[in-house]
DNA sequence: TTGACCATGTAATTTGTTACATGATTTC
DNA sequence: GAAATCATGTAACAAATTACATGGTCAA
């Protein structure tokens, strides 16, 4: 099993989920696409570590839940060495050359990132409150315990988009005060 | 051309590298293997975007330069869309069953993350500090243009690393809190 | 009735990872 | 003289992206 296999059976400890829900839930921190998401789930599936329980459910939506077996497969996982996280940010590559770039162009980059983020960090901040709300912000609420990894991990993108966010007020302020001075030319 | 060839003409805009230099500059903000960059470089030297001048250098090193042609190729990514960031973090995919993981697992887990990005913080402060001495901190040094670029993506990185050592000591006590107020069970 | 979103799947192509291969230089 | 780092390449395999394909729901 991959990494996002594992991730996948990682998220259904919570609670159980559509393929189409953990695409989103794990939009945080795991870009995905459905066309890797469903034939993993049905791989899991067949090696026992997922039951699907399509039951009463509207149309064509199936709900999976981790099994004892997946749990178990799932603790080998966690128990072994952790890979590093991967980025890759084609806006830092076009950053890069900065240099050459059209000033307006730096500008509307600079502009489309910051959108960026505040769109995020407005739905990020959203579903924290969406937490704090249903289990309490002084964490007694019920079924706490299995939503505690998904608040750190939101909590920690909320943070990231703040510091992006941050980043390019101060960035966008630098190239200014560059180009003011001594109008880059190149 | 992809991302990744782009992102290395961006890259050769500051200064003519090697591919193992690439490789070690990129590590910033894009995880590239040396197996992609040395054939997208021949790629790229085989379509006249870059030349290379391993003149009267050591051994077998290749030095890259770009091309003009090779900066209006690059011109016109620039000029197009901005495909979004993407990050995998096996931790954070851990994280989400941290309410079935063995204690002493997850303050592992913890304490690994927390090495992990204080020693990037401790080399990306470094790189800054070197890129200040080089050029002055009020930014007047020469040849500062085409290191400008680097310069705001590595003060990025920093910030992240910082960021991301905050939320680590507060998800771990959040989590020292929860674990002595209720004992987790599960 | 159009567009956004929900919902799942497969196939073709591209990208990324790991393994195979080699060899020099530097530091301890 | 051993280990780490510098340095480049290819091949096999795994994973991710894009395109193809279908169909339901809900709100403006």
Redesign the interface.
Known sequence: MN?LG??L???L??KPCSGYELKGYLE????AHHSQIYPLLNKLEKLGYVVYISENDPIHKKIYSITDEG?EF??E???GK????????????????????DPK?VEE?FQ?RQA?FQKLATIHKKTLDEIDEQFGAD?TGEGW??S???Y??C??RY??DL??L??CQ??ND??R??FN??N???
Chains 1, 2 share one sequence.
């Open positions: 990494s594992y991730t059976l990682s998220m400890v919570r945080l921190f795991w870009q749990k799932l603790q996982w966690i128990q952790t890979a590093k996280p991967i980025t890759r940010d084609e806006f830092l590559g076009k950053l890069y050359a900065i240099s050459i770039i162009r980059l489309e960026y964490l315990e299995s505690f990894g998904r750190l991990i909590k920690r943070d990231m510091a992006e941050e980043w101060w960035a630098q190239y005060q560059k001075n001594k880059f030319s190149n």
